[in-house]
């Protein structure tokens, strides 16, 4: 039997684009571990402000801001959403995951 692989967390933005109504969508390339998604949360709740990626939307070649984030973590090829997706404006690092550090 396989020994069980360290989790990987995903950090997802995502928004509609109005003008062509695509939904765009893209993973934080700086959060994988669970340190890096403490950090990440830490420095949302001290500045915050979501240090958001820019979405691109290749029909439109645009680059938006995303207006919703949503948390997942990859345990064991069992993807597991531990933040549903909420509008960045409303997300609190401390109701959900500076919650059970």
Do not use: Q
Not at 59 to 64: K, L, Q, S
């Amino acid at each position: 039997m396989n020994a069980p692989r360290e989790s990987h967390f995903f950090v997802l933005y995502s928004a509609r684009h109005n003008r062509c109504g695509h939904f765009l969508e893209r993973a934080d390339f700086r959060v994988i571990t669970k340190d890096d998604l403490i950090s990440w949360s830490r420095d949302m709740s001290v500045s915050g402000l979501a240090n958001a990626l820019p979405l691109h939307c290749d029909v439109c070649a645009e680059d938006i801001r995303p207006t919703h984030l949503r948390v997942v973590e990859d345990a064991n090829l069992m993807p597991r959403t531990i933040v549903p997706e909420i509008e960045i404006v409303k997300f609190k690092p401390e109701d959900w995951i500076l919650k059970t550090k």
